[in-house]
């Protein structure tokens, strides 16, 4: 669907992109590209007159350059990644989420076939339930992005289908914010899968994925369904692997029926039935064998469809599970370090402000403030590696310093 979930909601996105400079903007060279892009927003729909008024108050933002590689769900450790995104608030959160709108729910998942709990565990993830859905205008993002870096060709069609949305009128503020790469929404739509799948769900003739929830809700669903969702089946299991399995054997690419992987030994870590032997099923083990494993199905891929990370896919399926009542995740992952949740985080701050680090307001938000003076209490409590990771180890140091 896109590049990377909002990584705001981590409070780990821009980190190392804060550590390298952006480079140069060069108007001209912008200028000429823009005026390259007309033909094309022309043939799908956008007329030259709607074109010059939604491009010629722009001017690059250099600065989204080097966030292209600095996606956490490909640069943070996946126990990091998950410890802030699910975590008790966010599940309270969601289970509230669920009574709210239990009607709203009820009529998406009779019509597309989604359960609630993996339809809010996407809203969840994706902007913290409405409340954090990027801060960057679109326009100049993703025309900075067609015209400069990596991957011009992709930006350069996402800025077309925005600029088609915004002359169509199911977008009416040209002003209007999202992430970095130009996913916006309660459920952060890329402009194409806008144009796509998005539904109108509250039938007031326009679809709209900012201010409705039940367009956004909605949508989601619809995405899921049109990418292979199975109504009433798992996402999948964790399971147990016998001894000596090979890894190789492991990948989303390598499917076989259930009752071939029941005969190797793998078996449900709860010790419940896994499903029918002709299932196709694939074993994952994203942080290998010392870690949680698990076996998906088909559910697991159109999660996984909507934010190609693996991460990303278990941060839905975790936390769907946890609204369902589930406890998590029961493997401990392979650190003697884990991440920590947001509530944890603010309490690191709240220590690290008392002594004497200017790092600004406590909000959980880890960034390059917040991770220089974990750095320098690092080097004071004699912790290695000195790395300004936010981890229980320095959270737990400071807990006991005096």
Known sequence: MRLAALGVLVGIAGIAAAQT?????????FARCLSGIRADAAKQGVPAD?????????????????????QPEFTTPLWDYLAGLVDDERVADGRAMLVQHRDLLSRVAAQYGVDAETVVAVWGVESDFG??????PLRVSLATLACNGRRQAFFRSEFVALLKLLHDGDLRDPDT?????????????????YARIAVDFDGDGRRDLVASIPDALASTANYLKRAGWQTGRPWGHEVTLPAGFDLAQAGRGNRRPVSEWTARGIVRRDGGPLPAGDTRSAVIAPTGARGPVFLVFRNYDAIYSYNAAESYALAIASLADRLRGGG????PWPTDDPGLSRAQRRELQTLLLA?????????????TATRRAI????????????????????LTALRGAR
Not at 131 to 136: E, L, P, Q, T, Y
Not at 355 to 366: F, K, L, P, T
Not at 375 to 394: C, H, K, V
Request: glycine residues 14%; neutral net charge; without cysteine.
């Open 131 to 136: 409340r954090i859905s990027g801060k960057r």
């Open 355 to 367: 002594r004497g680090h200017d790092i600004g307001e406590v909000d959980g938000m880890v960034g």
């Open 328 to 331: 998590g995740f029961a493997a």
């Open 50 to 70: 709607a074109f010059q008024r939604l491009t010629s108050d722009l001017q690059p933002d250099m600065s989204v350059l080097p966030l292209l590689d600095a």
């Open 177 to 193: 914010t999202g992430s970095w790469a130009g996913a916006f929404g309660h459920t952060q739509f890329m402009p194409s899968t």
């Open 375 to 394: 750095q320098a209490e690092q080097r004071r409590l004699g912790l290695t590696p000195q790395d300004g990771r936010a981890g229980l180890r320095i």
């Open 21 to 29: 400079a952006p480079p140069p903007a060069d108007p001209a060279a």
